[in-house]
Nanobody, 132 residues
Framework: QVQLVESGGGLVQAGGSLRLSCAAS??????????MGWFRQAPGKEREFVAA????????DYIDSVKGRFTISRDNAKNTVYLQMNSLKPEDTAVYYC???????????????????????WGQGTQVTVSS
């Protein structure tokens, strides 16, 4: 069992920045061998992929609407993954979730996962609200 706890959400004006953190209660080996992802869900909409990072941290990918504005990173020494969000827009308003894919070591170290079905454990979510 792995627990994920997100933090860093809040209310920000358009153009502002937030940094989300996701701390995993997993062994260091489990975390460092696992691919991670961030998703978001706005009211009345399905949960959507936002960003992913490989277990090697060598590759990342983003949904088109956040490319150039968001950056995903990880610190395996702290069992934590981050999402730096800059130039925020009202359409970024959503609950943001981090997720971990256990067993990613079966795949190449650069593998990325973008579907909700690819992930094993989820955090409880953190609200991000961007005002216009």
């Amino acid at each position: 069992q792995v627990q994920l706890v997100e933090s860093g959400g809040g209310l920000v004006q358009a153009g502002g920045s937030l940094r989300l953190s996701c701390a995993a209660s997993a062994s260091g080996q489990t975390f460092s061998s696992s691919a991670m992802g961030w998703f978001r869900q706005a009211p009345g909409k399905e949960r959507e992929f936002v960003a992913a990072i490989s277990r090697s941290a060598g590759t990342t990918d983003y949904i088109d609407s956040v490319k150039g504005r968001f950056t995903i990173s990880r610190d395996n020494a702290k069992n934590t993954v981050y999402l730096q969000m800059n130039s925020l827009k009202p359409e970024d308003t959503a609950v943001y979730y981090c997720a971990v894919r256990i067993g990613s070591s079966w795949y190449r170290a650069s593998a990325l996962f973008k579907s909700t079905r690819d992930y094993t454990y989820w955090g409880q979510g953190t609200q991000v609200t961007v005002s216009s």
